[in-house]
Protein backbone atom coordinates (compact mmCIF):
# COMPACT_ATOMS: atom_id res chain seq x y z
CA UNK A 1 0.00 0.00 0.00
CA UNK A 2 1.40 3.49 -0.88
CA UNK A 3 1.88 6.52 1.27
CA UNK A 4 -1.00 8.22 -0.63
CA UNK A 5 -3.24 5.19 -0.08
CA UNK A 6 -2.60 4.71 3.42
CA UNK A 7 -3.34 8.40 4.26
CA UNK A 8 -6.56 8.14 2.79
CA UNK A 9 -7.17 5.14 5.00
CA UNK A 10 -6.07 6.46 7.66
CA UNK A 11 -8.34 9.68 7.96
CA UNK A 12 -11.24 8.91 5.65
CA UNK A 13 -13.40 7.88 8.65
CA UNK A 14 -12.47 11.29 10.69
CA UNK A 15 -13.13 13.47 7.86
CA UNK A 16 -16.07 12.24 6.72
CA UNK A 17 -17.56 12.72 10.29
CA UNK A 18 -16.50 15.64 11.09
CA UNK A 19 -18.33 18.47 12.44
CA UNK A 20 -19.43 21.38 11.40
CA UNK A 21 -18.54 24.94 12.43
CA UNK A 22 -19.37 27.80 13.05
CA UNK A 23 -19.49 30.18 10.33
CA UNK A 24 -15.69 31.44 8.99
CA UNK A 25 -14.16 34.59 8.44
CA UNK A 26 -11.50 35.09 6.30
CA UNK A 27 -9.01 38.32 6.93
CA UNK A 28 -6.60 39.22 4.06
CA UNK A 29 -5.16 42.50 2.64
CA UNK A 30 -3.58 42.80 -0.69
CA UNK A 31 -0.82 44.76 1.04
CA UNK A 32 0.61 41.17 2.77
CA UNK A 33 2.80 41.10 0.22
CA UNK A 34 6.07 42.31 0.10
CA UNK A 35 8.89 42.86 -2.76
CA UNK A 36 11.89 44.92 -3.16
CA UNK A 37 13.39 45.24 -6.66
CA UNK A 38 14.07 41.56 -6.66
CA UNK A 39 15.83 41.52 -3.86
CA UNK A 40 13.24 39.28 -2.15
CA UNK A 41 14.37 36.65 -4.08
CA UNK A 42 17.84 36.44 -2.10
CA UNK A 43 15.48 34.61 0.63
CA UNK A 44 13.30 31.54 -0.06
CA UNK A 45 10.04 32.92 0.84
CA UNK A 46 7.59 33.68 -1.95
CA UNK A 47 6.77 37.63 -0.99
CA UNK A 48 3.27 36.86 -3.00
CA UNK A 49 2.24 34.18 -1.79
CA UNK A 50 -0.73 35.60 0.01
CA UNK A 51 -2.38 37.31 -2.89
CA UNK A 52 -1.69 34.20 -4.84
CA UNK A 53 -3.46 32.00 -1.87
CA UNK A 54 -6.05 34.32 -2.16
CA UNK A 55 -6.83 34.33 -6.15
CA UNK A 56 -7.13 30.59 -5.60
CA UNK A 57 -9.48 30.66 -3.06
CA UNK A 58 -11.48 33.45 -4.57
CA UNK A 59 -11.60 31.49 -7.90
CA UNK A 60 -12.40 28.29 -5.89
CA UNK A 61 -15.48 29.54 -3.77
CA UNK A 62 -16.53 32.31 -5.57
CA UNK A 63 -18.98 35.42 -4.49
CA UNK A 64 -19.36 33.74 -1.61
CA UNK A 65 -15.92 34.44 -0.30
CA UNK A 66 -17.09 38.12 0.01
CA UNK A 67 -19.59 37.57 2.97
CA UNK A 68 -16.58 36.36 4.59
CA UNK A 69 -13.81 38.04 4.08
CA UNK A 70 -12.99 41.12 6.92
CA UNK A 71 -10.16 43.57 5.47
CA UNK A 72 -7.91 44.79 7.96
CA UNK A 73 -7.93 48.31 9.01
CA UNK A 74 -4.42 50.36 8.88
CA UNK A 75 -0.99 48.57 9.86
CA UNK A 76 -0.67 48.67 13.58
CA UNK A 77 0.53 51.14 15.26
CA UNK A 78 3.49 51.41 17.48
CA UNK A 79 1.27 52.38 20.13
CA UNK A 80 -0.90 48.93 20.01
CA UNK A 81 2.56 47.02 19.56
CA UNK A 82 4.01 48.18 22.86
CA UNK A 83 1.76 46.44 24.88
CA UNK A 84 3.59 43.57 24.19
CA UNK A 85 7.45 45.29 22.59
CA UNK A 86 9.66 47.33 24.26
CA UNK A 87 10.03 50.80 22.70
CA UNK A 88 13.70 50.31 21.82
CA UNK A 89 12.97 47.69 19.37
CA UNK A 90 10.20 49.57 17.87
CA UNK A 91 12.80 52.57 17.73
CA UNK A 92 15.59 50.26 15.94
CA UNK A 93 13.52 49.43 12.81
CA UNK A 94 14.51 52.62 11.94
CA UNK A 95 17.92 51.05 11.06
CA UNK A 96 18.71 49.27 7.59
CA UNK A 97 20.67 46.81 9.21
CA UNK A 98 18.55 45.57 12.08
CA UNK A 99 15.38 45.29 8.80
CA UNK A 100 18.22 43.27 7.48
CA UNK A 101 18.92 41.06 10.11
CA UNK A 102 15.08 40.25 10.77
CA UNK A 103 15.08 39.61 7.21
CA UNK A 104 18.29 37.70 6.83
CA UNK A 105 18.66 39.07 3.44
CA UNK A 106 21.87 41.00 4.60
CA UNK A 107 21.95 42.99 1.30
CA UNK A 108 19.09 45.02 2.59
CA UNK A 109 21.59 46.55 5.02
CA UNK A 110 22.48 49.02 2.20
CA UNK A 111 19.35 49.96 1.45
CA UNK A 112 17.60 52.85 3.13
CA UNK A 113 15.36 52.06 5.86
CA UNK A 114 11.79 53.97 4.70
CA UNK A 115 12.12 51.77 1.36
CA UNK A 116 12.70 48.68 3.54
CA UNK A 117 9.68 49.91 5.84
CA UNK A 118 7.51 50.42 3.15
CA UNK A 119 8.41 47.19 1.37
CA UNK A 120 8.43 44.64 4.72
CA UNK A 121 7.57 46.17 8.01
CA UNK A 122 4.58 47.94 6.86
CA UNK A 123 3.34 44.36 5.29
CA UNK A 124 4.56 42.76 8.59
CA UNK A 125 1.86 45.80 10.81
CA UNK A 126 -0.52 44.95 8.27
CA UNK A 127 -0.42 41.32 8.90
CA UNK A 128 -0.06 41.96 12.23
CA UNK A 129 -3.66 44.12 12.43
CA UNK A 130 -4.89 41.05 10.33
CA UNK A 131 -4.28 38.36 13.37
CA UNK A 132 -5.96 40.58 15.59
CA UNK A 133 -8.94 41.29 14.02
CA UNK A 134 -9.10 37.36 13.43
CA UNK A 135 -8.46 36.85 16.71
CA UNK A 136 -11.36 39.20 17.88
CA UNK A 137 -13.98 37.90 15.33
CA UNK A 138 -12.86 34.27 16.51
CA UNK A 139 -14.12 35.26 19.84
CA UNK A 140 -17.17 37.22 19.19
CA UNK A 141 -18.30 34.81 16.50
CA UNK A 142 -17.27 31.89 17.63
CA UNK A 143 -16.02 30.65 14.77
CA UNK A 144 -12.73 29.83 12.76
CA UNK A 145 -11.07 32.86 11.82
CA UNK A 146 -7.96 32.20 8.87
CA UNK A 147 -5.43 35.21 8.90
CA UNK A 148 -4.39 34.26 5.67
CA UNK A 149 -0.64 35.75 6.88
CA UNK A 150 0.57 36.17 10.31
CA UNK A 151 2.13 33.24 12.30
CA UNK A 152 5.46 35.62 13.67
CA UNK A 153 6.46 33.46 16.32
CA UNK A 154 9.87 34.53 16.64
CA UNK A 155 9.31 37.98 17.14
CA UNK A 156 10.25 38.36 21.23
CA UNK A 157 9.65 41.54 22.91
CA UNK A 158 13.10 43.20 22.65
CA UNK A 159 13.72 42.39 19.48
CA UNK A 160 12.64 40.36 15.79
CA UNK A 161 14.50 37.31 14.11
CA UNK A 162 13.32 34.76 11.51
CA UNK A 163 11.87 37.00 9.61
CA UNK A 164 9.09 37.74 12.50
CA UNK A 165 9.15 41.78 13.25
CA UNK A 166 6.18 41.62 15.56
CA UNK A 167 4.47 38.67 17.62
CA UNK A 168 1.32 39.21 16.76
CA UNK A 169 -0.42 35.92 18.49
CA UNK A 170 0.94 37.25 21.32
CA UNK A 171 0.00 40.87 20.71
CA UNK A 172 -4.15 39.64 20.14
CA UNK A 173 -4.13 37.61 23.39
CA UNK A 174 -2.57 40.57 25.21
CA UNK A 175 -5.07 42.94 23.49
CA UNK A 176 -8.06 41.16 24.21
CA UNK A 177 -7.48 40.51 27.35
CA UNK A 178 -6.82 44.47 28.03
CA UNK A 179 -10.53 45.23 26.40
CA UNK A 180 -11.98 42.24 28.55
CA UNK A 181 -12.56 40.40 25.83
CA UNK A 182 -10.29 37.46 26.94
CA UNK A 183 -9.28 37.14 30.78
CA UNK A 184 -6.41 36.37 32.65
CA UNK A 185 -7.92 32.72 33.55
CA UNK A 186 -9.24 32.17 30.05
CA UNK A 187 -7.29 28.84 28.90
CA UNK A 188 -5.85 29.51 24.87
CA UNK A 189 -4.26 26.67 22.89
CA UNK A 190 -1.26 27.54 20.76
CA UNK A 191 -0.78 24.85 17.94
CA UNK A 192 2.21 25.26 16.19
CA UNK A 193 3.14 22.97 13.21
CA UNK A 194 5.23 25.77 11.47
CA UNK A 195 8.94 23.38 11.13
CA UNK A 196 10.76 26.03 13.20
CA UNK A 197 10.24 26.38 17.14
CA UNK A 198 7.44 29.16 18.19
CA UNK A 199 10.59 30.51 20.59
CA UNK A 200 9.23 33.82 20.50
CA UNK A 201 5.86 33.02 21.46
CA UNK A 202 6.98 30.88 24.03
CA UNK A 203 8.88 33.07 25.56
CA UNK A 204 6.54 35.48 25.99
CA UNK A 205 4.15 33.13 27.61
CA UNK A 206 6.65 31.25 29.80
CA UNK A 207 5.33 32.12 32.63
CA UNK A 208 1.79 32.17 31.82
CA UNK A 209 -0.29 29.10 32.61
CA UNK A 210 -3.20 30.58 31.11
CA UNK A 211 -1.67 29.58 27.76
CA UNK A 212 -0.40 26.37 26.30
CA UNK A 213 1.33 24.94 23.90
CA UNK A 214 1.83 22.12 21.25
CA UNK A 215 4.54 22.25 18.99
CA UNK A 216 6.20 19.79 16.12
CA UNK A 217 9.42 20.73 15.11
CA UNK A 218 12.69 19.86 13.97
CA UNK A 219 15.33 20.60 16.31
CA UNK A 220 17.87 20.05 13.53
CA UNK A 221 17.15 23.69 12.21
CA UNK A 222 17.16 27.03 13.67
CA UNK A 223 16.20 27.89 16.79
CA UNK A 224 17.52 24.59 17.67
CA UNK A 225 16.33 22.14 20.89
CA UNK A 226 14.07 23.19 23.38
CA UNK A 227 15.93 23.76 26.53
CA UNK A 228 13.51 22.11 28.80
CA UNK A 229 13.42 19.42 30.82
CA UNK A 230 11.14 16.85 28.17
CA UNK A 231 8.78 15.58 31.02
CA UNK A 232 8.03 19.34 31.89
CA UNK A 233 6.77 19.85 28.39
CA UNK A 234 5.67 16.95 26.49
CA UNK A 235 4.08 18.87 24.06
CA UNK A 236 6.81 20.76 22.59
CA UNK A 237 7.90 17.97 20.45
CA UNK A 238 11.63 17.36 18.88
CA UNK A 239 11.23 15.74 15.32
CA UNK A 240 14.16 14.63 13.45
CA UNK A 241 15.16 16.00 10.27
CA UNK A 242 13.87 14.14 7.31
CA UNK A 243 10.86 13.23 9.15
CA UNK A 244 8.25 11.12 6.99
CA UNK A 245 5.24 11.81 6.45
CA UNK A 246 3.50 8.74 8.22
CA UNK A 247 5.94 9.17 11.51
CA UNK A 248 4.78 13.51 11.56
CA UNK A 249 1.07 12.29 10.96
CA UNK A 250 1.14 9.69 13.33
CA UNK A 251 3.20 11.54 15.88
CA UNK A 252 -0.11 14.63 15.13
CA UNK A 253 -2.58 11.82 15.42
CA UNK A 254 -1.44 10.37 18.87
CA UNK A 255 -0.58 13.85 21.08
CA UNK A 256 -2.33 16.36 19.74
CA UNK A 257 -5.73 14.89 21.29
CA UNK A 258 -3.69 14.57 24.20
CA UNK A 259 -2.72 18.03 24.44
CA UNK A 260 -6.65 19.77 23.85
CA UNK A 261 -7.54 17.12 26.60
CA UNK A 262 -5.17 18.18 29.04
CA UNK A 263 -6.53 21.73 28.92
CA UNK A 264 -10.11 22.45 30.67
CA UNK A 265 -12.32 24.20 28.15
CA UNK A 266 -10.42 26.25 25.96
CA UNK A 267 -11.15 29.66 25.08
CA UNK A 268 -9.46 30.29 22.04
CA UNK A 269 -7.09 28.19 20.26
CA UNK A 270 -4.85 29.51 17.83
CA UNK A 271 -2.86 27.71 14.38
CA UNK A 272 0.16 28.35 13.06
CA UNK A 273 -0.24 26.23 10.03
CA UNK A 274 3.48 26.81 8.32
CA UNK A 275 3.74 25.13 5.53
CA UNK A 276 7.43 24.51 5.51
CA UNK A 277 6.89 21.02 6.68
CA UNK A 278 7.20 20.09 3.01
CA UNK A 279 9.22 17.56 1.63
CA UNK A 280 10.96 19.75 -0.61
CA UNK A 281 11.05 23.12 1.65
CA UNK A 282 14.54 24.98 1.33
CA UNK A 283 14.03 25.93 5.36
CA UNK A 284 12.30 23.43 6.78
CA UNK A 285 14.29 20.30 6.67
CA UNK A 286 11.01 17.81 7.45
CA UNK A 287 10.17 15.22 4.53
CA UNK A 288 6.06 15.55 4.15
CA UNK A 289 4.23 15.07 1.16
CA UNK A 290 2.15 17.38 -0.51
CA UNK A 291 -1.40 15.40 0.70
CA UNK A 292 0.40 14.80 4.06
CA UNK A 293 -0.08 18.79 4.72
CA UNK A 294 -3.15 18.39 3.91
CA UNK A 295 -4.18 15.94 5.41
CA UNK A 296 -2.21 17.77 8.61
CA UNK A 297 -4.41 20.82 8.10
CA UNK A 298 -7.73 18.55 7.71
CA UNK A 299 -7.21 16.34 11.05
CA UNK A 300 -5.96 19.60 13.22
CA UNK A 301 -9.36 22.03 12.16
CA UNK A 302 -11.63 18.63 12.39
CA UNK A 303 -10.37 18.54 16.21
CA UNK A 304 -10.41 22.31 16.84
CA UNK A 305 -14.09 22.03 15.59
CA UNK A 306 -15.17 18.89 17.27
CA UNK A 307 -14.54 20.38 20.33
CA UNK A 308 -16.17 24.02 19.13
CA UNK A 309 -13.34 25.60 20.19
CA UNK A 310 -12.91 29.37 18.69
CA UNK A 311 -9.65 29.05 16.43
CA UNK A 312 -7.57 32.07 14.74
CA UNK A 313 -5.50 29.99 11.72
CA UNK A 314 -2.16 31.69 10.71
CA UNK A 315 0.12 30.91 7.99
CA UNK A 316 3.58 31.23 9.16
CA UNK A 317 6.48 29.71 7.38
CA UNK A 318 6.96 28.37 4.09
CA UNK A 319 9.24 28.61 1.54
CA UNK A 320 8.54 26.91 -2.08
CA UNK A 321 6.39 27.40 -5.00
CA UNK A 322 3.79 25.25 -3.87
CA UNK A 323 3.21 27.41 -0.20
CA UNK A 324 0.38 29.24 -1.79
CA UNK A 325 -1.49 26.29 -2.94
CA UNK A 326 -1.42 24.71 0.38
CA UNK A 327 -2.86 27.98 2.20
CA UNK A 328 -5.80 28.02 -0.26
CA UNK A 329 -6.77 24.67 0.16
CA UNK A 330 -6.54 24.92 4.12
CA UNK A 331 -8.92 28.15 3.14
CA UNK A 332 -11.10 26.26 1.15
CA UNK A 333 -11.44 23.70 3.94
CA UNK A 334 -12.24 26.08 6.83
CA UNK A 335 -14.54 27.53 4.37
CA UNK A 336 -16.88 23.95 4.32
CA UNK A 337 -16.49 24.12 7.92
CA UNK A 338 -17.99 27.09 8.18
CA UNK A 339 -20.95 26.03 5.96
Not at 33 to 47: A, C, M, T, V
Not at 186 to 211: C, K, Q, T
Not at 250 to 256: K, P, Q, S
Request: net charge neutral; proline share 4%; aromatic share 10%.
Amino acid sequence: MDSKHRLAVRFTHRTKHALKFMKSKFIYAPEYDFSLFGIEKLHPFDGKKYSKAWQMLSNEIGTELNNAWIRPRSPISDEELLIVHQQQYLSSLSSSKIIAQILEISAAKFLPSSILQKRFVNPARCAVTGTVEATKAAISGNCMAMNVGGGFHHAFPDHGEGFSFFADAALSIVCCRKEKILSKEDNIVMIDLDAHRGNGFEYIFANDASVHMFDMYNFQVYPGLHNGDPDEFPFIIPLKAKCNTDRYLNTLTNELPKFLSSVSSPKLAFYNAGTDILSNDPLGGLNVEYSGVVERDKYVLDELAKRNIPTVIMTSGGYTKQSFELIAQMATQVFLLGK
